[in-house]
């Protein structure tokens, strides 16, 4: 069935043949163009030999600005002139000049058309965006107005149907917890039934710990506890709450039982990422503050509070993986068939990129991978996957087929900026580091909504998801 998949790197087991194919060798004919040998300096090698990370002095405009000696009079009058050219810049934008564009966040002048700059990471550096608060409250009447209709389904046995339907727009935050825990199906749809099966299923995990936990000390489980133990300091690592100890020792916990109940696949770097809605969804129960950018201070809250939120994560996450598990198995199969479709479904609605990044020698596996090994929780804000998953907990398969949709989508709303990158250097830079930093829920809508024609429009003809042989 998968005589054509290759191994790839992060997969958590080596391939079963040597010597090995890996996804990232200019060798491998599956999606590459005629033009792939135009030119070795294009190749994944020379932009991995090409880069460094280290500063060389000597290259550094900075330390040689540093030396120069600068009157002073001359240093107020540039400081004048550049407040006086920004006046004027802004005054202009604000006119009839249809060719720039003023980024309300910084003020600065975006142009377009065929004058725009050039070069790598373009949209990443025009892009750029100071820090915010995405604190969320329901506020306006039509807000007031869809939180009584989630009341109205969950404070009674719920129509899982209607939930769904209600969901695919975003669940407000203050009825979210228990919304996706009924969707993702940890929470039975009878009210008489939910705060039974909450206390069983809660202590069923602590029991859970108390059997195996300990386990992470012996040889047989220490290879997996050290790779938990590595990953878990750096997820998220610009949100403060990530870095406290005792919510790493929590994703530490819940990561390590769950990789010992799951033997066919035990624990895969990235499974990390996928706790982390759950976390902080579950956490918002008890505090009302924005997780990127405040502190946090767990250990405020009660010892079985913190509890009661490490169950409850630990069981959604579970749910959420029972239905993508191919994706980290051997040689984890799922993926590598969720990226031959991604191609396909590009090279099927827009042919134009689908050659660009074949021209440039980009094999799909080198920037899709990660967006299927980690749902996107890479590509996107923290607060942008939380409203994605609201949507895809109300899809059927929403994490395994409808993710394809949405990474369809997120390809072709770039895809003017990737066709404007001219070399592998800067393609590769570009679908790495995708501009979303700023997104908010309105964006997320956007592209759940293209992602959602996509789908239909491929309804009649679903043949093209089916696994190739």
Not at 32 to 44: A, Q, R, Y
Not at 54 to 81: C, F, G, P, T
Not at 151 to 171: F, Q
């Amino acid at each position: 069935m998968f005589d054509s998949i290759k191994p790839v790197y992060g997969a958590q087991h080596p391939p079963r043949h040597a010597p090995p194919i890996t996804a990232f060798s200019s060798n491998n004919n599956s999606q590459t163009s005629p033009n792939k040998n135009k030119g070795k300096n294009d190749s994944f090698q020379a932009f991995e030999s090409k880069t460094n990370d280290a500063w060389d002095e000597e290259d550094d405009d900075l330390m040689k600005l540093a030396k120069l000696k600068i009157n002073l009079q001359d240093v107020h009058a540039s400081a004048q002139a550049v407040i006086n050219n920004h006046i004027a810049a802004k005054s202009k934008s604000n006119g009839k000049d249809g060719n720039l564009e003023s980024n309300p966040s910084s003020g600065q002048m975006i142009q377009h058309g065929p004058g725009r700059p050039q070069g790598p990471g373009l949209g990443v550096r025009l892009d750029r965006k100071p820090a915010m608060s995405f604190v969320k409250t329901e506020n306006t009447d039509r807000d007031k107005l869809r939180v009584e209709k989630f009341n109205t389904v969950l404070h009674r046995t719920t129509d899982i149907d209607e939930l769904k339907k209600l969901s695919w727009s975003g669940v407000p935050s203050c009825v979210r917890p228990m919304a996706w825990k009924i969707l993702c199906g940890y929470v039975p749809a009878s009210k008489e039934r939910r705060e039974v099966t909450l206390n069983r299923k809660r202590q069923e995990y602590m029991n859970y710990l108390e059997q195996y936990f300990d386990s992470h000390h012996i040889e047989q489980h220490g290879h997996t506890f050290r790779q938990i133990h590595i990953d878990v300091p750096r997820m998220n690592p610009l949100i403060p709450l990530f870095q406290h100890k005792q919510v790493q020792d929590i994703f530490e916990r819940i990561l390590f039982i769950w990789a010992i109940r799951h033997p066919a696949s035990g624990y895969v770097q990235g499974m990390n990422d996928l706790v982390t809605p759950f976390f902080v969804v579950f956490l918002s129960e008890y505090i009302n503050k924005d997780v990127e950018t405040e502190n946090i201070q767990v250990g405020d809250l009660p010892t079985g509070v913190l509890d009661t939120i490490e169950a409850d994560s630990y069981w959604c996450m579970t749910k959420l993986l029972d239905g993508i598990q191919d994706n980290y198995t051997f040689a984890q199969p799922g993926i590598q068939t969720k990226v031959m479709q991604l191609a396909d479904l590009i090279r099927r609605t827009d042919v134009q990129l689908h050659k660009h990044i074949e021209e440039n020698n980009i094999q799909f596996l080198q920037f899709a991978f990660r967006w299927m090994n980690n749902l996107l929780m890479r590509e996107l804000p923290l607060r942008c996957t939380i409203r994605l998953w609201d949507t895809y907990q109300s899809e059927v398969d929403g994490f395994a087929s409808f993710h394809i949709y949405v990474c369809v989508a997120l390809l072709k709303k770039f895809s003017s900026d990737l066709l404007r990158e001219k070399d592998f250097q800067g393609l590769m830079m570009m679908l790495q580091n995708l501009p979303t930093h700023h997104w908010q829920d309105e964006d997320i809508s956007l592209l759940l909504a293209e992602a959602y024609k996509l789908k239909y429009m491929f309804a009649d003809a679903p043949n093209h998801l089916v696994q190739k042989r």
